[in-house]
């Protein structure tokens, strides 16, 4: 017999894609749809400017859902965090990239970046889980970056702020996701136990145009520079031309990701594409 969720995707369909996806009912299957695996992992490489080669890679979780098919983590990220689904979910995120990239490169680790969202920020067990997941895929702290938001760091005290710290003392990156979007305090930067700023996408556009947006263009400088007096390393985010990729190298970006570069892509292809041995 049928268990309930099942008969319910069934009277969701047949014209459910013509209509909005209601809320409601994405948030009551989250948790059923964490226990039958319907969420994968999509793997977008990271590229160091220098030289052009992959540097890594950022996990991003996919929803398979049985009746809207895939769905993207902008659709149901934020319901998961509201319900606390998120840490679970995150969780897993976590296990499965870890455990899915530590196969990658013949033996040689790639490093990888999962998100982490606040409330996995603030859950007691970040720090336990972590070093977990790490032991278990027999992968050093190192070969692990953790982006946070500037903006779930916003307001954060020293007690909130330990746990990254403790990671970052093991060795584990932590990248400043989505920066330039906040409210940056640039002088918070120096309280934070970030290795890397990640420039978001928003700046990129600014550098589309020819001739670029001079603003745009002394505002990327001046990040860079103020981030590698800090010791930050800077990637940049939404990178789709040449025209992108070129200016950012020479304004001193170190690693850039976007759709210039390489698509998100499921494990296997990405492993194909990106994992080179040897
Ligand atoms: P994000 O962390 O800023 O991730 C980058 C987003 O930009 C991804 O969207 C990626 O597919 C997209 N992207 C990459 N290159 C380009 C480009 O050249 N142009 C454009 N226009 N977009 C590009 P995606 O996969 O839809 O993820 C959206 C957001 O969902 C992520 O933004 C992140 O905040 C969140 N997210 C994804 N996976 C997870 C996760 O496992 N946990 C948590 N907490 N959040 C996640
Ligand atoms: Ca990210
Ligand atoms: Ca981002
Ligand atoms: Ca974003």
């Known amino acids: 017999a049928k268990d309930a969720g099942g008969n319910r995707y069934e009277l969701a369909d047949p014209d459910s894609d013509a209509r909005a996806i209601d809320r409601h009912s994405l948030t009551n299957h989250l948790p059923a749809a964490l226990e039958r695996d319907e969420f994968f992992l999509e793997y977008q490489p990271l590229i160091r400017m220098s030289d052009g080669h ?11 859902h049985p009746v809207h098919g895939r769905l993207g983590p902008d659709r149901f990220i934020p319901l998961a965090e509201h319900t606390g ?3 679970p979910l995150g969780r897993w995120v976590l296990e499965q990239a870890v455990a899915q990239t530590s196969t990658w490169a013949g033996g040689q680790p790639l490093r990888v970046n999962v998100n982490l969202s606040p409330r996995q920020l603030h859950h007691p067990d970040l720090v336990p889980d972590t070093i977990a997941v790490l032991e278990a895929a027999g992968v050093p702290p190192s070969s692990l970056c953790l982006e946070v938001t500037e903006s779930a760091l916003i307001g954060a005290d020293e007690d909130e702020l330990k746990p990254l710290w403790q990671l970052a003392e093991l060795g584990v990156d932590i990248a400043l996701d989505d ?3 906040g409210y940056s305090n640039l002088a918070n930067l120096r309280k934070l136990p970030a290795t890397t700023l990640k420039l978001d996408r928003s700046f990129t556009q600014g550098l589309q145009r020819h001739p670029s947006d001079p603003v745009d263009v002394t505002f990327v400088e001046g990040i860079v520079s103020l981030a590698h007096a800090l010791g930050l390393a800077v990637t940049v985010e939404g990178v789709e031309t040449e025209h992108q990729a070129d200016q950012l190298r ?8 976007g759709w210039y570069y390489a698509r998100p892509s499921a494990a296997a292809e990405f492993a194909k594409d990106w994992a080179t041995t040897g």
């Open 54 to 64: 992959v540097d890594g890679a950022e996990a991003l979780v996919r929803w398979k």
């Open 85 to 87: 689904l998120i840490v």
């Open 179 to 181: 920066f330039g979007t």
């Open 250 to 257: 020479d304004l001193g970006c170190d690693t850039a990701q």
